[in-house]
């Protein structure tokens, strides 16, 4: 590593240390709750309550990817250097001191084409789908193995969602803040959408869970609870993310009379250096 980049973190100021140790509280936190989704007794309740299940999916899918990604791992798992930009574009593509995810940063800037989000956000939206359907529901009560598989493909199609989200460095999105707007409030209302089809559906929406008259909660009420687990934390995950970006946009706007004024000023001026350059000789 050049120079630059060890005097950099000599200098580095108490507060950055706290944000990354901030990061760090949060990407532990995203490791000890994707183990508690897989391990009893939260698993075993998984089995028996569709509400359960419901909370478990919507951990996988959305809270522990965003943990994730607002932890920033990537330096602490040793797979980014976390150089400084100037520290960074000096090293040069090549350069061995550049890491992983360093080189996927360089080229998220090189390539921002929205096509590359979409493609994330299409990935995301298939695998909650999938694994949100009866069939595979039902093959998860009878087969937990595959809870294990489940909980994978969510982390991965959620990490790459929440990275054409929000900030992780030095990963940064790569979408337009009201294009970000757009694919959160997406992904969200897709989710919603999935737990609307189990709340307002009059018989059994998935088939392997026994629901007895008189012994625990009842088929509408479980499927109701179901609803409101997965409406809450997907809620609570992206309704921020769609608040702050909306708020940043709006005040990174120009004032549409200034920008009048300045048009204004602009077409005199060409105006002026047009008449000038006729009448001089």
């Known amino acids: 590593m050049n120079q630059g980049a060890a005097s950099h973190r000599s200098l580095e100021p108490q507060g950055s ?12 936190g ?23 299940e419901a909370l478990q999916f919507a951990i996988l899918a959305v809270v522990v990817p965003v943990l994730v990604v607002s932890g ?5 798992l040793r797979i980014a250097e976390h150089l400084p930009p100037e520290d960074r574009d000096n090293a040069g593509s090549g350069a061995n001191s550049l890491r992983l995810v360093d080189e996927l940063a360089a080229h998220r800037r090189r390539h921002p084409e929205a096509l590359r989000s979409v493609l994330f956000a299409s990935l995301f939206l298939a695998g909650v789908t999938l694994w949100r359907i009866p069939l595979t529901v039902d093959a998860l009560v009878r087969h937990p193995w595959l809870v294990g598989v489940e909980a994978v493909t969510l982390l991965m199609v959620g990490v790459g969602l929440w990275l054409e989200l929000i900030e992780s460095p030095p990963l940064s999105p790569r979408l337009s803040r009201p294009n970000r707007i757009a694919l959160a409030a997406v992904s969200m ?13 009059h018989g059994a929406w ?23 687990m997965m409406w809450f934390v997907c809620g609570c995950a992206f309704i921020p993310v769609i608040f702050w970006n909306l708020i940043r946009w709006l ?21 002026r250096s047009l008449d000038s350059g006729q009448t001089s000789p």
């Open 72 to 76: 920033s791992p990537w330096r602490l």
């Open 251 to 271: 005040q990174s706007e120009e004032d549409p009379d200034a920008e009048l004024h300045r048009l204004v000023r602009q077409d005199r001026t060409r105006g």
């Open 189 to 201: 209302w897709t989710i919603w959408v999935l737990a609307y089809l189990v709340g307002l559906s």
């Open 17 to 28: 240390r706290t944000y990354e140790a901030d990061r760090a509280f949060l990407f532990v």
């Open 206 to 228: 998935y088939h392997a869970y026994s629901h007895h008259p008189g012994q625990g909660l009842s088929l509408s009420a479980d499927q109701q609870l179901t609803t409101g």
């Open 30 to 52: 995203a490791v000890i709750l994707f183990i508690a989704c897989l391990v009893p007794p939260f698993s075993s309740y998984a089995r028996r309550y569709e509400f359960v």
